[in-house]
């Protein structure tokens, strides 16, 4: 695909003998919201630490804007504008918003711009700024992901992956992430999502990517994904007879 932003080639990735990824292949295109769904221990996360750069493949390609990234380690993949929101949202409950959000701008590519980074955020999340001063462990599950997805902004990233970042989340709070996530893509940034809500994710997502025991099981436009008989059967609770 001439216009991926990230491309991903024959990727293996294993722990010891076990296979978490067997030889899979995908694009990203650039400017885009791409979501990759699977049922659990299908190789998601283990796809985002390997892109992220914090395991190292077997073997196969993740070249990111013309550049295999393969050897990396995520400071120097996180440089290079590849941003992640990890699942737990893992922010820091004994420091303050601000100082969170401090802490994601720690990157050479993003020192001198922490103050519109930073606005950025509070403008995606204005709870943060009314919050900015309070330690991160005393805000409800929604506004920790609102801040996780906060810090991830302050490094200035081009490409985002988000780990199921509806979690635990209230129904309403999970509408305001994936509005929030929609309009990051709106304004340039790439987007992976990893979601356990499917026939969200495919609704909100452009093109789509079906994992399955380590493997490519269905890729391409997410409706055309989310119209598949398995996809509707599987993941969506849907029989050939619903289709409308």
Known sequence: MTDALLDV?????GYGEARALNGISFA???NSLTAIVGANGAGKTTLVRAIAGMIKPKRGQIVFDGTDIIGMDSSETCELGIGQVAEGRQIFPN???????????????????????RQRAF???????????????TLSGGEQ?????????MSNPRFI????PSLGLAPLMVETIFAAILELK?????????????????ELAEFATVLENGEVALSGAAADVAGDDRVRKAYLGLSAADHQ
């Open 186 to 202: 709106n304004t340039g940034v790439t987007v992976l999502l990893i979601e356990q809500n499917v026939a969200e994710s495919l």
């Open 28 to 30: 990203v295109p650039n």
């Open 9 to 13: 080639r024959d990727l293996e990735v």
């Open 123 to 137: 403008d995606l999340f204005p709870r943060l700024a009314e919050r900015r001063r309070q330690k991160a462990g």
């Open 95 to 117: 420091l303050t918003v601000d100082e969170n959000l401090q802490l994601g701008s720690a990157l050479r590519r993003a020192a001198k711009s922490f103050n519109v980074n």
């Open 145 to 153: 992901q609102m801040l996780a997805i906060g810090r991830c902004l």
């Open 161 to 164: 992956m988000f780990d199921e």
